[in-house]
């Protein structure tokens, strides 16, 4: 099969499977109710991540998917700090035990856009409230525009030890056309500052698929990213949603490079990341080999959630700040989206869980599959199914896409086992849906695939 007529084949509108099951499927009938139930539930030594959503930022990206506001003020900022510290309070007692603490992940929007007062303040309650281990890896997303010394230096303070720097791509034409100016030095200084103060571990984030973008320009930012030496480098693949994103419109649509484009810029973003010696990690993550991230992947033990890959284990991570998602054994629950009605919960007592899922035997199934072809690129089906005490004709329904995606090369099947081959990888989610029961073409609109 030709490029074009797999592209025409598999690049459907598919989710990221950063969960399953996915976003759509959550309903009212999971509240605060169900949560306090399921944290109850725990044991005593059950180890927790925790997300912070902090959905702020200076000015707004029009490629932007995140949940996320301007605020130009600092008063908003301010109101929403004072009730993430109420926030803590309201999970920590539901919760009635100081849990252990390995992994935070400060998202957004932007968080250094909280004071560095804030920013503190905040830190210090979560290590009042939960058992924080000494070397708990801490994460923050940062963009690099708006990193100020301060900012780094209560990072330091609350003992961060990765960011995530948001760069996306350094030709001032795609900048232009995406409103983000970010010239290389302004990102290059962000880098310094953060390793002045040993913050050590630095993502950085590039995206493909962009206006005006092109594979030698993609090529060009992807070395140039890597000559700041950062240990790990994401590649997303633009997800156009301006039926979800309303800013998008403000985009070109006729500059957006089409399927086959976009194939060739993510192509070329990895060629150059693995010829610097860094190793993929899932769809669309990179690594150098020493990094946690790749060691992690190596052993099979890369995780998918909500941030995309992680080496963090925990069976339970709670999301704080409006619109985020806590992941427990028996479900997901998402707090409420608008900021508003996440303060009116709050400023209630009540926890702000809108919408959540129950996730049944199946589903468990299902989840464990498509997180293993998500990150590994392999799964024993048989396996997998008895670990779960299933049988293995739970799964029959994906026979038929899968037979068709062995066909057309994009897996191969060793015994029992099926493996994405490199030819599948960038396809991966349309593999993982073959596994997916809730996905029903076009009634729910995702980005494209690739
Ligand atoms: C919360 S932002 C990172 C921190 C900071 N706000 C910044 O932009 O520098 C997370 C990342 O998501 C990615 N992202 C945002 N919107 C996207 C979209 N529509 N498609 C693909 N990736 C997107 C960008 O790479 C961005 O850096
Ligand atoms: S990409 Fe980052 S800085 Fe830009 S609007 Fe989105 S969250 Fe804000």
């Known amino acids: 099969m030709d490029l074009e007529t797999l592209l025409a084949t598999y690049d459907r ?41 902090v959905p702020f930022c200076a000015e707004l990206c029009w490629f932007c998917g995140c949940h996320t506001t301007v605020a130009q003020r600092p008063e908003p900022l301010a109101r929403y700090a004072a009730a993430l510290l109420d926030e803590i309070d309201l999970l920590a007692g539901a919760i009635g035990r100081s849990l252990p603490v390995r992994h935070i992940h400060w998202g957004g929007g932007t968080p ?36 100020t010394d301060a900012a780094a230096d209560a990072m330091a303070a609350i003992g961060v030890t990765r960011a995530s ?70 590649v997303f693949g633009y997800a156009h949603v301006p039926w979800l994103k309303r ?6 649509e006729a500059a957006l490079p089409g399927p086959p484009a976009r ?23 990179y690594a150098l080999p020493e990094d946690s991230l790749a060691v992690a992947a190596r052993a099979g033990r890369v995780r998918r959630n909500f941030q995309g890959y992680t080496t963090d284990t925990a069976p339970v991570l709670l999301g704080l700040g409006a619109s985020s998602i806590g992941v427990l054994p028996d ?13 009116a919960a709050l400023r209630d007592g009540r926890l702000p869980i809108a919408r959540g899922v129950v996730l049944t035997a199946e589903d468990r199934l299902r989840r464990a599959v498509i997180e293993q072809v998500m990150c590994g690129g392999e799964v024993d089906l048989p396996a997998i199914a008895a670990r779960h005490g299933m ?39 349309a593999v993982a849906s073959a596994f997916d029961a809730y996905l029903r073409p076009d009634a729910v609109r995702h980005a494209a695939a690739i």
Do not use: C
């Not at 800013?247 to 070109?252: E, P």
């Not at 060739?264 to 993929?280: C, D, K, P, T, W």
């Not at 479900?331 to 303060?343: D, F, K, L």
């Not at 038929?400 to 991966?428: C, E, H, N, S, Y």
């Open 13 to 53: 509108r598919v989710p990221r499977y950063t969960s399953y099951p996915t976003a759509p499927q959550f309903s009212p009938a999971v509240d605060a109710g169900r949560l306090r139930g399921w944290l109850g539930a725990l044991a005593d030594d059950t180890p927790l991540s925790l997300y912070l959503h």
């Open 112 to 147: 250094t856009a909280l004071s560095p007062a804030w920013m503190i303040a905040i830190a210090s309650r979560l290590r009042a409230r939960f058992a924080q281990a000494p070397d708990a890896e801490v994460a923050v997303e940062v963009d690099p525009r708006t990193l």
């Open 165 to 234: 720097l948001g760069v996306q791509d350094f030709d001032p034409v795609v900048q232009a056309a995406v409103h983000r100016h970010q010239s290389f030095a302004v990102t290059e200084a962000a880098a310094q500052r953060l390793r002045a103060r040993g913050i050590g571990g630095i993502n950085l984030d590039l995206i493909y698929g962009l206006p005006h973008q092109t594979e030698a320009g993609v090529a060009e930012t992807v070395a140039r990213a890597l000559s700041l030496g950062p240990d790990r480098v994401a």
């Open 247 to 252: 800013h998008q419109k403000l985009l070109d």
């Open 263 to 285: 194939f060739a810029q993510r192509a070329a973003a990895e060629r150059v990341i693995l010829a610097a010696g860094y190793e993929a990690v899932g769809l669309d993550h």
């Open 331 to 343: 479900g997901y629950v998402q707090n409420e989206t608008a900021i508003p009605a996440w303060h």
């Open 391 to 429: 049988a293995a004709d739970t799964l029959l329904d994906a026979g038929p896409a899968l037979r068709a995606q062995a066909a057309d090369g994009l897996i191969r099947w060793d015994g029992a086992r099926l493996k994405v081959t490199a030819r599948g990888r960038p396809f991966v989610r």
